[in-house]
């Protein structure tokens, strides 16, 4: 993949890489396979979480809710005590990327989440979203002007990771590719 | 989890070649799908999805019968919407017991299959 943009980064540094700069962003993360991806929100989580500065939500398509927990059960983090505080919130992404009124229930659980960062004295909310379910029904053009709609920088306190499978990514149409790198603020590639 | 499911489908008598990805599935069934009599394919895999899978293998040979598995919920307006249910043969919700395997496998190849 020949764009300027793209950061390659190791996964093992990818949870300081990502930290800085503070919020907010909107930013991709392509990743080659499910195991580089697990150590990203990983180490991510484990770091954030303890520190209690942040609130994360985290959208998988390749693995459950359970898997999600399991994997952060590995590296140390305390599931069930940061889901009780609602600082951490796993949720599929057939029901995130459900529409109410015309609305995803990502969106509204977003709002929400970012308020209660601002309630709490967070710094903000970070989201680790994977696009895997726009392929499955064929939605990719849906998907790619929802992620256009989305701002490059929010205006509220979140750091948006827009995640995709590397192989669900070459599905998209080389205009497509572009439009999307050019418009996040920082673009990944992960390396294992 | 392909390799798991082979050994469980091999110890019931089955002939099994298991991929772990989608896209070499589909090449290698393209030069060989006189061989085959049944797919099973997870619906959530990256490059080309189980859905996508299904349809192209079902326009080679409209006759090789499809299972799709999940761990997840399934939209059915949504999936309706991609694929035509007459197109699937059986869906399994993981986690796949063997016995629901094999009944599975044997109701889809006619029940004229024996396990064990």
């Keep these: ?192 | 989890m392909a390799i798991v499911l082979k050994e469980m489908l091999e110890n019931s008598g089955f002939d099994v070649d298991a991929f772990t990805n989608s896209e070499e599935a589909l090449q290698h069934f393209k030069f060989r799908e006189k061989k085959y009599s049944l797919v099973i394919s997870d619906i959530r895999m990256p490059g080309v999805s189980g859905i996508q899978l299904a349809k192209r293998i079902k326009s080679i040979d409209p006759s090789i019968k499809i299972i799709l598995l999940t761990a997840f919920e399934i939209n059915k307006s949504e999936f309706d919407k991609v694929m035509d249910s007459k197109n699937v043969d059986g869906f399994i919700q993981k986690p796949v017991s063997m016995e629901r395997l094999n009944r599975e496998v044997s109701r889809c190849l006619g029940g004229s299959i024996e396990s064990g």
């Design chain 1, 1 to 192: 993949m020949k764009v300027a943009k793209l950061i390659t980064i190791n996964s093992n540094e990818a949870p300081e890489v990502l930290a800085v700069p503070e919020f907010p962003e909107h930013s991709i993360l392509i990743y080659p396979n499910l195991s580089a991806l697990r150590k990203v929100y990983s180490q991510y989580a484990k770091k954030r979480l303890e520190e209690g500065n942040e609130i994360l939500l985290i959208i998988p398509y390749y693995e459950t809710t359970d898997s999600v927990r399991a994997v952060l059960r590995n590296v140390g983090v305390n599931v069930s005590k940061y889901e009780k505080e609602n600082v951490l919130v796993i949720m599929d992404s057939e029901k995130a990327y459900q529409k109410s009124e015309g609305v995803y229930n990502f969106n509204l659980l977003l709002n929400l989440l970012t308020k209660r960062a601002d309630a709490l004295g967070k710094r903000g909310v970070s989201i680790f979203a994977d696009g895997g379910l726009f392929f499955l029904y064929g939605r990719e053009e849906e998907l790619v002007a929802d992620e256009m709609d989305l701002p490059t920088e929010f205006d509220t306190k979140c750091r948006c990771f827009c995640t995709y499978h590397s192989e669900d990514f070459k599905n998209f149409s080389k205009q497509q590719e572009e439009q999307l790198l050019k418009h996040h603020y920082r673009c990944f590639y992960v390396r294992e």
